[in-house]
């Protein structure tokens, strides 16, 4: 089965800096990537997805990068906020968007310092 | 956009009662929900897989007779933790695919067995 692999861990930066992480995925079917934020005690939020065809996507401050070849994609926020302090986590999936259950990485817990 | 409502936010039950939890797809067809039990600092793990009308596919080591699902209608799934135990306190998390926007999740409900 799909295992995906998300670093760090935990990250701390500095209000206004950038902020990355990576995922790593092994199944190559996989062909749909999306990223989610979870403040505490609420559900996922998707804030950004990414489909196999694509190399990268942007939607204002976020961007995620797909490398089909070496299996991995990046989250990178730009000009961060203290708001954009959560959890984040990458999944992937086999079937596209709809078809098949996804796989999480274990979460990046981001902390924006004012 | 797809919105997915899950009630109840918050429950505690005493121990050796039943709790359902319900999720709805409030402005798309659902066709497959899935149903994530998410521990304190962890990611979301899948407990069961559910199409409209059909059984539900239960993941390895989830008890079927203790976590009830019904999907059935493309707009409703209710998960019922039976009997309920100390050890089933957790979060849980739905998902519906079918509308546009992918996978949405639900708020999440916060199960307290005392």
């Known amino acids: 089965g799909e295992n995906v692999e998300q670093h760090p861990s935990t990250l701390s930066v500095q209000e206004g800096d950038s902020a990355v992480i990576k995922c790593t995925y092994s199944?190559?079917?996989?062909?749909?990537f999306p990223w989610y934020k979870q403040e505490l005690g609420k559900g996922p939020q998707l804030i950004i997805d990414?489909?196999?065809?694509?190399g990268e996507k942007k939607d204002q401050r976020i961007a995620v990068t797909l490398n089909k070849t070496a299996k991995h994609f990046s989250l990178h926020i730009t000009e961060t906020q203290p708001e954009d302090s959560a959890v984040y986590f990458c999944?992937?999936?086999?079937?596209?968007?709809?078809?098949?259950?996804?796989?999480f990485g274990k979460g990046t817990k981001l902390s924006v310092i004012p | 956009g797809a919105v997915v409502s899950q009630h109840p936010s918050r429950v505690i039950c005493k121990s050796g009662t039943s709790v359902k939890i319900e999720c709805r797809s409030l402005?798309?067809?659902?066709?497959?929900m899935f149903w994530y039990r998410q521990f304190p600092k962890q990611s979301l793990m899948l407990m069961a897989t559910?199409?409209?009308?059909?059984?539900?596919?239960?993941e390895q080591g989830v008890e079927k007779d203790k976590f009830l699902i019904n999907h059935a209608s493309l707009t409703l799934s209710t998960l019922t933790v039976t009997s309920a135990h100390p050890e089933d306190s957790s979060f849980y998390i739905c998902?519906?695919?079918?509308?546009?926007?992918?996978?949405?999740f639900g708020s999440g409900t916060r199960l307290t067995v005392v």
């Open positions: 999944a992937s999936t086999g079937g596209g968007a709809g078809s098949y259950q996804l796989t």
């Open positions: 199944d190559s079917a996989s062909n749909y």
């Open positions: 990414i489909r196999s065809n694509v």
């Open positions: 402005d798309f067809q659902a066709t497959t």
């Open positions: 559910s199409n409209e009308g059909s059984k539900a596919t239960y």
């Open positions: 998902s519906a695919t079918g509308g546009a926007g992918g996978y949405t």
